[in-house]
């Protein structure tokens, strides 16, 4: 079969999968999922095995030792899939739920009922769990899905999805609802960006070149964000200790991952008395710092931040550090260097906060408290597929219910239009 | 300058525009709307002046009367025009209102509050009300908005946007939240949908062309529907009176729009008693009936239906008629044959309209009421820029809230992640 006929054939048969996943009830998807998780604890070592063979052809093809880590599923990572299925469980299914009702008039009464958006496709790099992460979370939305994982990682992706097609099977759901895409050429991308009839949406992982990639090659709508460039405004008043350990979180805890802050905007009022302790202690940490002018003058050892510092993801410890002279141009420095991501304001002043909620134009912003909370499970979503930093559908962390849309559903007694 | 540049330099100035009309009160965004109703009033005369350049011209190129009836914009129109401005100040502003509040255990407060879409694109054919109806809407809910009208109602869309900016201005809105592409070359279309850095939704209304061509040439998400092809099943053991009112009305009422109903399905056990009765109503009102085998069985003198009449749109006095065996082939047809617009179901039986409800995918299901009533108005919604039947981002009629999205705010007292 061409690979064309073989990525239709796989889109069309996650769309029949797709209908009867959305009748299924939830207890019937639950008992699935923890099937799965039962089979992937007893596969556990078939499922290193194939690991092991994709790790042979990482050494030899000279990959980093950091993508080599992220590529390897030792017993531990298989609990840890398990484990994540099981929560996923007890999460409550949005399916069939009545988002709100209202009466017409007319005696019509109308309601949003929700429902699951149908065949999700997931692009992705490395790290294996997600096969198992994203599967879990679609399914339980009741949509099917197509996987695309890393052509790195294709003998260990192959045998998770091998597993969880096995689950659904015994649970009595289609195998299909869980598809891998089983080849390696990257062109099965492309064809599987053009089936806009058989897929409702694409959600890539992964670094921003791959997001770039599927964002230009899709006809199918993309959920995405390219990066996380978050900012900390430290507004005039500011409580300094409460500013020093928000920062220090939002900077050290975990600087490679998206909601960690890049640049520290800081009121000038409080720079002279602020910037040093603070700096003291993320430079104790390993951070190197950047600094406009007015940070430099406080701050003389640090180096000089230049113009590609401000839009920077650094994913490190590199901190830019602004001095600003009020929240007007805090709030234009974050949407002219933004990324939509993540922005927190430490301040003690009611009226600013306020103001700050209102304006700063971003997916998830926060007074007093530090941007590493932009994550699904710590906002209470329970685990998150990713997080869009485009308006459209999802802005944020994405749930399960980011996975659903609503129908609208009317009950009448023989109403006509006049 | 060339056609690219004026239309990237349009894309910026509605970007710049986004952000206050984001930041905009309610109060200021409705008198806005006053204005603009009352200049269009006393603008009617010079209005109808540009729409003759209009008309000439489309009687020159030979127009259908039904196109030359629908660019024709009278006094009658404009007043129209006025009061559906007036119609959108009385609406409640969805900016702002938070959609939801929970507590995490660390004391984090989190909320999704409701915000503007930001740059909405919107590209349709010949009616110059809609100019006004789009603007007014997409305002109302704090977003800058592109107009590209058919060139046909060139000079009749030029001076709407023109008093629309004019109003902004004098209420302290950016004359740029409206902006009209000024030019008539398709080409202009293909430079619109290509600055996805400047427009957040492109929402196309015309004909099935237009559409597809949109969909094809976007690099922004596009909200539409190619058509409807909408079902009413009457259902074994269905009220035959109900059912013959609401079948004529959906046929009847106003045949040339997406939520006519254009094929009938009925269960065999009603076929008999109920088909020759309803025929003959609809046959005396214009109706041409076309059947399926079944259907021939019991009104021999109709049509045969061939396989191209099931996904019909007719638009018109043309109606397919299907007798199925039961409620799955009932559903099967619509899985196979529908536009996932609007489907009905006319029945006394509680099981199969909760199935029916279910089991339907489509963007409105109705029980026991006319199809004619997927309409924002008709649902509660207080306007429509118009139905989506794709699920991401609204399924449906979309109102006020579909042009909006929401973002998550984090109130804490000084929370950091460990």
Known sequence: MSLEATIVRIAKAARAASVQMARCAQERKNQALLGIAKLLEAGSSRIQEENQKDLERAREMGLSAAMIDRLTVSRQTVIAMAEGLRDVVGLEDPVGA????????????????????????IIYESRPNVTVDAAGLCLKAGNAVILRGGSEAFFSNRILADIISQGLSRAGLPAEAVQLVPVREREAVNILLRQEEDIDLIIPRGGEGLIRFVVQNSKIPVLKHYKGVCHVYVD??????????????????????????????VHQSEAKAFLPKVAARLQAAGVELRGCQRTLAVLPGIRAAEESDWPAEYLDLILAVRVVQNMDEALAHIDQYGSKHTEAIVTSDYRRARRFVAEADSSVVLVNASTRFNDGGQLGLGAEIGISTSKLHAFGPMGLEELTTTKFVVFGDGQIRS
Chains 1, 2 share one sequence.
């Open 236 to 265: 005039a008043g500011a409580d300094h200790s409460m500013a020093e350990e928000i920062c220090f979180n939002a900077k050290v805890q975990r600087p490679g991952v998206c909601n960690a802050m890049e640049t520290l905007l």
């Open 98 to 121: 009545i988002a709100r009702t209202w009466r017409r008039p007319n005696g019509l009464q109308v309601s949003r009922m929700r429902i699951p958006l149908g065949v999700i496709g």
